[in-house]
């Protein structure tokens, strides 16, 4: 459940496999607009959400599902109100929803992009443009060193920002230097982890920003190898900056849901490589909603394990007893 839509992806997933897509199902909910001015989620949203939850929840059924894991972010993490809607959203639909904090979104991206590249990529520092909030890790192992999450989302730079259509240039000029304020203590920490021997982007607004350009389309797989440079984006920042929403959403690779944001989303983007010193991300196709999934596996590996362990213990004891 993020800042814009709330997904359903059902997976074929089992210990020591590649977690495989069977089906995907959104619904643009924009949860972060239905914020009021208390910071409690607006009883319309709420209804919108719970609605949501339990249409999924009945496809996830139907479509076989052994297990469901429910989460959300941001916008839901963000609402003053969010313990009461998601107790209604149990009450209703029988899910409970784990609300993850930012810093496990940074740990969780990072995850699944240390297992999408593998150990032979070494140190990797990955960065993650969500609605809401904008998370960064650098690691070499599979729990960074530092995993941050900032309030420097996409949508809500939009909304606290750039309110015109098209944004307004000056408006754009101010957020560019105040993005860069922003970013020095956060940047300045990650480099100290350590230098990166690979940069990462993950988020729809990272693979939008690099297939405008020229990065390949999503149908040529998710094995291909898509890149964003620092030079690339700066020309489409003075390009797209001078569309309307509605022409953006004209583009390939933009959805109508995400047009609105695409400017802040770059903005950001650009931000975050200057800060890092970063040329080039490459764009990994495995992210949060992967993070969360392999960790669940990993957990009922380690499960596993703990029971065994116990039950081959308890054989012993019993052995032992009887030898005596």
Known sequence: MGSNTVHLLVVDAHRGGHPTPMSSTKSVLRLAEQIDAKGRLSERGARSLIDAVDEFTHIASTSGCEQTMAFATSAVRDATNSDEVLDRIEAKTGVRVTVLSGRDEARLTSLAV???????????????????????????????????????????LTREWLPDDPPDRRRIGVLRDWLDAELR???????????????????????????????????????????????GLRQLIAFISRMTRDDRAELEGVSADRAG????????????????????????PWALREGVILRRLDTELADTRERTATTQSVDSVAAAQGLR
Do not use: H
Request: charge should be neutral; glycine fraction near 12%; hydrophobic fraction near 45%.
């Open 185 to 231: 203590e956060p940047a300045r920490e990650l480099r100290g982890a350590g230098k990166p021997d690979l940069a990462v982007a993950t988020s729809k607004t990272f693979r939008s920003l690099a297939r405008l350009t020229g990065a390949a389309p999503s149908g040529a797989g998710l094995r291909v190898q898509r890149q964003l440079t620092a030079s």
């Open 114 to 156: 240390r297992r999408w590249y593998g150990w032979s990529a070494g140190r990797i520092l990955a960065l993650d443009i969500g609605g809401g909030s904008l998370e960064i890790s650098n690691g070499v192992d599979e729990e960074p060193d530092v995993a941050l999450s900032l309030p420097l989302g996409a949508g809500r």
């Open 261 to 284: 944001q695409l400017v802040a989303g770059a903005l950001v983007a650009e931000a975050a490589m200057r800060a890092l010193s970063v040329d080039t991300l490459e764009i990994c």
